[in-house]
């Protein structure tokens, strides 16, 4: 059962926005919900080109122009814990939704220090505010790198995931953990989220089909790892952040235990498209539709700036989400296909690079 949450009217932190994910999920926000504050806090690192954010962050400033919510935007690291504390004393945010993290696997291996910084001083940090400044609910991103190389698909909530193959993956197993106790310590309510391989316009350009497009139109090539025998579960952001708007005013119910003790109010579910696809069909649909975006020529030499390699340290070479629980709870899973979702992304990157 989940106790509902009404958003109107309350305050919502969301950070990691202006990020991909945050940035889209503010801009509904802002869309829906007709009172209330809406505050983004993000480093606005270097991690991929800031302009990124700040190009995010106009959208979100326009949108919140038209919107009657307020929009707040705070710079700073949510490895700040006095930063973070005063963010909750003086908004006492309802709801709390945690998507700022250093993300990516590879970046992982050259750059542990900043992954415990965000991951685990940011998250933990983001806990003890959620203990002194009680919310509604707190709704944090965990990934489908939980899974590791589990063999089994699709990947349950219920498959243990004790193996992470790289740091990311174990500091957002570590999210989980930490958020259990908390859960059961102080009885916040706190639902995690494994998104798995989200893509869509203005996403992230460390992400293979961000940076595949900008080697393609820089006539450069492009590697293509485990000789093209990947398959993921790819996400089109907009039915990632249907699944957090619903999650979000769904909150796992506080209940006592026959001990008299609180039972943890905390959930975990998948958010994947839950139709893998091979690689090689992903990068087929990618460079027909940068074509037919006039992001590349229709006469582009697409073999000759291919090579094929082998697998990367922490890669995995599935991703497939069982995406049932959030079915169950929430009424939805992902539908947008991977010809619609890069459709939507190589328009966007042409009027975005030709500005
Ligand atoms: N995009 C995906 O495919 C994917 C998959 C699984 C999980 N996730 C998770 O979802 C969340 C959002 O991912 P995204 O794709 O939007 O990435 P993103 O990098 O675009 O967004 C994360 C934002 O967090 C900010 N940030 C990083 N460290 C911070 C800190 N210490 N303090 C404040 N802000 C900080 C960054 O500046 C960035 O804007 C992340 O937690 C990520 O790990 C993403």
């Not at 174990?170 to 998104?195: D, M, Q, V």
Request: charged share 20%; hydrophobic share 35%; with cysteine.
């Amino acid at each position: 059962m989940k106790q509902h949450v009404d958003l109107n009217g309350k305050a919502i932190l969301v950070t990691g926005s202006p990020g991909f994910i945050g940035a889209n999920l503010v801009l509904r926000l802002l869309k829906e919900m007709t009172a209330g504050t809406v505050i983004s806090l993000d480093n606005m690192n270097d991690y991929y080109d800031p302009k990124l954010k700040e190009y995010r962050l106009g959208l979100i400033e326009e949108a919140a122009k038209a919107s009657p919510v307020k929009h707040v935007f705070i710079r700073g690291s949510i490895a700040d814990k006095a930063l973070v504390d005063k963010v909750f004393a003086e908004y006492q945010p309802a709801v709390a939704v945690n998507l700022a993290a250093q993300a990516g696997v590879r970046y992982s291996i050259d750059h542990p220090d900043v992954y415990i910084e965000s991951n685990l001083i940011g998250f933990y940090n983001i806990l003890e505010a959620c203990r002194h400044h009680p919310v509604e609910h707190l709704v944090y991103a965990s990934s489908s790198s939980v899974y590791g190389g589990n063999k089994k698909v699709p990947f349950s909530t219920d498959d243990k995931v004790d193996n992470p193959v790289s740091l990311y993956a174990a500091t957002k197993k570590s999210n989980e953990l930490l958020a259990h106790s908390y859960s059961k310590l102080y009885n916040i309510p706190s639902t995690g989220l494994r998104f798995f391989t989200v893509y869509g316009p203005a996403g992230r350009p460390d992400m293979f089909y961000f940076s595949a497009t900008q080697k393609l139109a820089a006539g450069k090539t492009i590697q293509i790892f485990n000789y093209g025998n990947c398959k993921r579960d790819f996400t089109y952001v907009d039915d990632i952040v249907e699944g957090v708007l619903r999650v979000m005013q769904g909150a796992p119910e506080k209940a006592t235990g026959e001990d008299g003790l609180p039972l943890p109010p905390y959930a975990v579910y998948n958010i994947g498209g839950g139709t893998p696809e091979n690689l090689l069909d992903y990068i087929s649909t990618l460079q027909e539709e940068l074509v037919r975006a006039k992001v590349l020529p229709a006469d582009y030499d697409f073999e000759g700036h291919r090579q094929l390699v082998g697998m990367q340290p922490g890669d995995v070479p599935v991703t497939y989400a069982d995406s049932q629980g959030l079915e169950e709870d929430y009424g939805f899973r992902p539908t947008i296909g991977i010809r619609e979702g890069l459709r939507k992304f190589a328009e966007w990157y042409k009027v975005y690079y030709k500005a």
